[in-house]
């Protein structure tokens, strides 16, 4: 097996261990506020407060792991994380189960370092399918969202918070004897990192989009449980095993998510999904049945899973030199996408005693993402024409329908010596070198107005008034309905001298 394997095996193992035991009080709470009563703010607050950290920490997780790999960070944070599940075994108050809360986080900031890490073991063309296999680590929350309410009622809560003591003891041994201690490391300063991206405003499309995806994931993870077996009055196993079958259904479209992402353009995929996730939001906001509310759940869990792993595409496409902090980023944002939507839903419940306008939210902006996509998708298509533009060998030129030139590329000036700002707003006699009479220009325009093209060779002189010969193409570049808007003419020099 050779070390790519390895880790990704390793890595994605943690990551399951570290999200089992992000969610652990969320998927515990119908048994802990039978234990000490809670309200429903309260509920909520107890079970979105592991999100804090667990986003915020992600930024910086992610710059450590490109300083100090990922063995030393995933064995440390489950070492860390001992302390904060053994409070919350002997949590007898909202406080502590807050406080221990808090720094259970860190299971869910794990999320950066498998990654920073994987990508350097791959090809860029399997960046989207490895870290789409990573993230499917989500199935963490599904195993505990189903095996913790089977466990506390055999058990108990608090025993069954003890177990996972062993479990992060475990993962933090093999991350000790298994991690790679010669992975690939980078010492950038974050300052420095964080200069290089903070302008750029992919970073923050890209955050806003996993905000909305990771967010809804993790929201309906945290909320599902509670919400279930008050508003339906489920049982807590079966409100467990629904959740974890919203939880499984997300995590098992992550990969193929980032498996679409290398195949097709990302940017197509998240237009499905943000408009699916319009859909799935409108639909939940009539509060409806069960059965309908079900599928509404399954069509988020289905288009966000899929959103998770094509947008992890993206990441290292627009930022392979800073991809550690971008990483952070984007999953910090991601994260508190799933930290407002339970506590905005609960103020809202009391306000008006129902959930219609939170759901619409989810509806709201994943219709203004849908917006944001198709018109980066097309704003993607001008960059790319731009640049295919400015990289050719031939020289190009544009003008109006009066022959006016709007725009040259750098070939041009490197063949006629003219620069850019030289010949905007001119015409291409600038160019004339005298070789050719009238009748030859007018010849030429008006077989460019008769049949839309001309071609063939033309004597032209350089800024520094040597004459040369090109081979011209001009086309007329037309409209919607058929008219001319403008002229592109493409050239290349011929090396045949002019005649003494």
């Given at each position: 097996?050779?070390?790519?394997?390895?880790?990704?095996?390793?890595?994605?193992?943690?990551?399951?261990?570290?999200?089992?035991?992000?969610?652990?009080?969320?998927?515990?709470?119908?048994f802990i506020k039978a234990d000490f009563e809670l309200s429903s703010n309260q509920i909520a607050w107890a079970t979105d407060v592991p999100?804090?950290?667990?986003?915020?920490?992600?930024?910086?997780?992610?710059?450590?792991?490109?300083?100090?790999?990922?063995?030393?960070?995933?064995?440390?944070?489950?070492?860390?994380?001992?302390?904060?599940?053994?409070?919350?075994?002997?949590?007898?108050?909202?406080?502590?189960?807050?406080?221990?809360?808090?720094?259970?986080?860190?299971?869910?900031?794990?999320?950066?370092?498998g990654v920073t890490s994987l990508p350097k073991y791959y090809k860029k063309e399997k960046h989207g399918f490895i870290n789409g296999i990573?993230?499917?680590?989500?199935?963490?929350?599904?195993?505990?969202?189903?095996?913790?309410?089977?466990?506390?009622?055999?058990?108990?809560?608090?025993?069954?918070?003890?177990?996972?003591?062993?479990?992060?003891?475990?993962?933090?041994?093999?991350?000790?004897?298994?991690?790679?201690?010669?992975?690939?490391?980078?010492?950038?300063?974050?300052?420095?990192?964080?200069?290089?991206?903070?302008?750029?405003?992919?970073?923050?499309?890209?955050?806003?989009?996993?905000?909305?995806?990771?967010?809804?994931?993790?929201?309906?993870?945290?909320?599902?449980?509670?919400?279930?077996?008050?508003?339906?009055?489920?049982?807590?196993?079966?409100?467990?095993?629904?959740?974890?079958?919203?939880?499984?259904?997300?995590?098992?479209?992550?990969?193929?998510?980032?498996?679409?992402?290398?195949?097709?353009?990302?940017?197509?995929?998240?237009?499905?999904?943000?408009?699916?996730?319009?859909?799935?939001?409108?639909?939940?906001?009539?509060?409806?049945?069960?059965?309908?509310?079900?599928?509404?759940?399954?069509?988020?869990?289905?288009?966000?899973?899929?959103?998770?792993?094509?947008?992890?595409?993206?990441?290292?496409?627009?930022?392979?030199?800073?991809?550690?902090?971008?990483?952070?980023?984007?999953?910090?944002?991601?994260?508190?996408?799933?930290?407002?939507?339970?506590?905005?839903?609960?103020?809202?419940?009391?306000?008006?005693?129902?959930?219609?306008?939170?759901?619409?939210?989810?509806?709201?902006?994943?219709?203004?993402?849908?917006?944001?996509?198709?018109?980066?998708?097309?704003?993607?298509?001008?960059?790319?024409?731009?640049?295919?533009?400015?990289?050719?060998?031939?020289?190009?030129?544009?003008?109006?329908?009066?022959?006016?030139?709007?725009?040259?590329?750098?070939?041009?000036?490197?063949?006629?010596?003219?620069?850019?700002?030289?010949?905007?707003?001119?015409?291409?006699?600038?160019?004339?070198?005298?070789?050719?009479?009238?009748?030859?220009?007018?010849?030429?325009?008006?077989?460019?107005?008769?049949?839309?093209?001309?071609?063939?060779?033309?004597?032209?002189?350089?800024?520094?008034?040597?004459?040369?010969?090109?081979?011209?193409?001009?086309?007329?570049?037309?409209?919607?309905?058929?008219?001319?808007?403008?002229?592109?003419?493409?050239?290349?020099?011929?090396?045949?001298?002019?005649?003494?």
């Amino acid at each position: 097996m050779n070390q790519g394997t390895k880790q990704l095996f390793l890595q994605t193992g943690s990551l399951v261990a570290g999200f089992m035991t992000w969610v652990l009080i969320s998927s515990l709470m119908p048994f802990i506020k039978a234990d000490f009563e809670l309200s429903s703010n309260q509920i909520a607050w107890a079970t979105d407060v592991p999100v804090i950290l667990g986003s915020i920490l992600r930024v910086p997780i992610g710059y450590w792991t490109n300083r100090y790999g990922a063995r030393k960070l995933f064995s440390s944070s489950f070492i860390i994380l001992l302390i904060p599940i053994s409070v919350i075994s002997y949590a007898d108050s909202l406080f502590m189960l807050i406080i221990g809360g808090f720094f259970l986080g860190v299971g869910g900031a794990i999320f950066s370092i498998g990654v920073t890490s994987l990508p350097k073991y791959y090809k860029k063309e399997k960046h989207g399918f490895i870290n789409g296999i990573y993230g499917a680590g989500n199935i963490g929350t599904a195993v505990t969202s189903f095996l913790a309410p089977v466990l506390a009622n055999e058990f108990g809560w608090r025993t069954t918070v003890k177990i996972y003591l062993i479990l992060v003891l475990v993962f933090a041994l093999f991350n000790l004897l298994l991690g790679d201690r010669k992975e690939k490391k980078a010492f950038h300063p974050i300052s420095e990192q964080v200069k290089e991206v903070y302008k750029n405003p992919k970073l923050w499309f890209l955050s806003l989009f996993y905000f909305i995806t990771f967010g809804s994931f993790v929201a309906f993870t945290i909320y599902l449980p509670s919400f279930l077996v008050n508003h339906f009055e489920l049982n807590k196993v079966d409100a467990g095993l629904r959740t974890a079958g919203f939880i499984a259904l997300a995590t098992l479209f992550r990969p193929i998510g980032g498996w679409l992402g290398d195949k097709i353009n990302p940017f197509l995929i998240l237009m499905a999904v943000f408009f699916s996730l319009t859909f799935a939001g409108f639909l939940l906001s009539f509060t409806p049945s069960l059965p309908i509310y079900s599928f509404g759940c399954l069509l988020v869990a289905f288009f966000a899973g899929i959103g998770n792993g094509a947008i992890f595409k993206l990441v290292p496409l627009y930022f392979s030199k800073q991809a550690g902090i971008v990483n952070g980023i984007v999953a910090a944002m991601g994260g508190l996408g799933g930290f407002f939507p339970p506590i905005i839903l609960t103020i809202l419940f009391n306000f008006t005693g129902h959930y219609a306008i939170g759901f619409m939210s989810l509806s709201e902006f994943s219709l203004a993402s849908l917006v944001m996509v198709v018109w980066l998708y097309y704003q993607e298509k001008l960059d790319l024409s731009s640049k295919i533009v400015n990289h050719a060998v031939d020289g190009i030129c544009v003008t109006d329908i009066n022959g006016i030139i709007q725009n040259v590329n750098p070939a041009f000036t490197k063949i006629t010596g003219y620069t850019q700002n030289e010949v905007i707003g001119k015409t291409p006699s600038v160019l004339q070198s005298g070789e050719h009479d009238n009748e030859f220009y007018k010849n030429m325009w008006s077989e460019l107005k008769m049949n839309g093209v001309w071609e063939g060779y033309i004597w032209n002189k350089r800024k520094n008034n040597e004459i040369y010969r090109e081979w011209l193409t001009i086309t007329a570049i037309k409209d919607g309905i058929g008219e001319t808007k403008n002229y592109v003419g493409m050239f290349y020099e011929d090396m045949i001298k002019p005649a003494k």
